[in-house]
């Protein structure tokens, strides 16, 4: 696996646990970590954000690819 792979996959998990403690607990992690309140922000928040949003871009461009080895993956393993 790539090293960009991993990363983006991280940065995805932290996006989207930091999303969904937004929706149940009006709680951004994001901003605590750099000790701002929910909503607040500053350079290296929207940094953090900026990375998610790239990450996740990154990620959908690569689905396409990923489901073609799964596909022949599975394919070839059948007789």
């Known amino acids: 696996?790539?090293?960009a792979d991993v990363v983006t996959a991280v940065l995805l998990?932290?996006?989207g646990?930091?999303?969904g403690?937004?929706?149940?607990a009006e709680f951004d992690l994001v901003a605590a970590i750099f000790g701002l309140s929910f909503?607040?922000?500053n350079v290296v928040t929207r940094l953090v954000y900026a990375l998610v949003g790239l990450s996740a871009l990154y990620q959908a461009?690569?689905?396409p690819a990923m489901q073609r080895r799964s596909v022949s993956r599975s394919s070839a393993?059948?007789?």
Do not use: S
């Open 39 to 41: 909503g607040e922000t």
């Open 21 to 24: 403690l937004v929706a149940l």
């Open 61 to 63: 461009a690569r689905l």
């Open 13 to 15: 998990i932290i996006g």
């Open 77 to 79: 393993g059948r007789v």
């Open 17 to 19: 646990l930091n999303w």
């Open 1 to 3: 696996m790539k090293i």
